[in-house]
């Protein structure tokens, strides 16, 4: 065998070695796909399932661009922050990117008012009932109950049963905003955390606890507030889509509770 042979085979080798151990560590971090008899079981064992969306705002990520970014790029947070009902999303946006101290001295309340707006919580928790439904065969019941006031506060969902609810599938969105990785300010991808728990209610004991996060692709300071901000509107819409795709996938077709 000769040289090019040889390394060729090596290559070879070792890009096997490396989807090996990929595929190792996705599988101990994601769990098995469940049998059809285990999602069975899991069906029988939810029952009759209820949603229910926090009641507290999360935790906004907010970087912006290094001193000066957003004048080399020739733009200035020129977004209207004025909080009108219906324009939540463009408001939030326009305090992330905000550059002025008076702005950023005022920032919490108009956040506060602006993310009452969005109805992120209400938002997140219709999208995955919807995904739920379309891609499960499990029995949600038209009945909503408060989620927690806090991350992780307590809710007492027992009363939940008279009413013929067997699980709460609880859902919070722990925060998101604008992020960057730390080392170029000017590119930032929307991001998202979100919590669900699902809690059986005839004891109002935990059957699962599980975090997932979303990270939009990479944008230019000045590409997040142009066009009024439609790019911040159309990505969150897609952050509520691949969130929901991808939890209820995690939580309802993979072996999560079995383990």
């Avoid at 040889?6 to 049998?35: D, E, F, H, N, W």
């Avoid at 922050?81 to 939540?88: E, I, L, R, V």
């Avoid at 109805?119 to 408060?146: C, D, G, M, N």
């Avoid at 905003?177 to 669900?196: A, E, V």
Wanted: charged residues 25%.
């Amino acid at each position: 065998m000769n040289a090019t042979a040889i390394r060729r085979c090596a290559c070879v080798v070792l890009a096997g070695l490396l989807l090996a151990a990929q595929s190792g560590c996705g599988a101990q971090r994601k769990g098995s796909p469940m049998t059809p008899e285990q999602a069975a079981a899991l069906k029988t064992r939810l029952g009759a399932i209820a949603t229910a969306a926090a009641r507290f705002q999360p935790n906004l990520v907010m970087k912006k661009p290094a001193k000066g970014a957003a004048q080399a790029a020739g733009k200035g947070a020129l977004l209207d922050t004025s909080a009108q009902p219906g324009n939540g999303a463009s408001v939030v946006l326009g305090l992330l990117l905000a550059p002025t101290a008076k702005v950023a001295e005022s920032r919490d309340a108009a956040l506060k008012a602006a993310l009452a707006d969005m109805h992120i919580q209400e938002a997140i928790s219709e999208r995955l009932l919807a995904y739920a439904k379309v891609r499960t065969s499990l029995h949600f019941e038209p009945v909503e109950a408060e989620g927690p006031s806090t991350d992780g506060g307590p809710v007492d969902y027992r009363p939940l049963k008279a009413k013929g609810i067997d699980t709460v599938q609880e859902t919070g969105v722990l925060s998101f905003g604008l992020d960057s990785d730390g080392t170029t300010y000017s590119d930032l991808s929307l991001k998202m955390r979100l919590r669900l728990r699902l809690v059986r209610t005839e004891d109002n004991s935990l059957l699962l606890d599980r975090i997932f996060d979303y990270a939009g692709p990479k944008r230019k300071f000045y590409e997040w507030e142009s066009d009024e901000g439609k790019l911040f509107r159309e990505e969150l819409e897609r952050c509520y889509r691949e969130l929901a795709d991808s939890t209820v996938y995690g939580v309802y077709f993979l072996d999560t509770l079995g383990r």
